[in-house]
């Protein structure tokens, strides 16, 4: 099991992983949803933990199937 994260944090992984994805020059639309979905967890008034303990990740605005299978140490 990894480390947990606090919804700052794992918005803040999700804009470095943006930062990433622009720097190798991948596709622009999967940075601007890396870029949203990162400003949208970082907006949450609900514990992100229980969120993804609820298995509804994927109910955030933004984030869809790959973004919700990410081991960021969430679920």
């Not at 470095?16 to 601007?32: T, V």
Request: net charge negative.
């Amino acid at each position: 099991m990894g480390r947990r994260y606090e919804k700052q944090e794992l918005a803040d992984l999700f804009e470095k992983m943006a930062d990433i994805l622009e720097f190798r020059g991948e596709n622009p639309f999967k940075i601007s949803a890396y870029r949203k979905a990162s400003r949208i967890i970082g907006d949450l008034t609900e514990d992100i933990e229980a969120i993804a303990g609820q298995g509804e990740l994927k109910d955030i605005p933004g984030v869809g199937d790959g973004m919700a299978q990410k081991d960021c140490g969430v679920y």
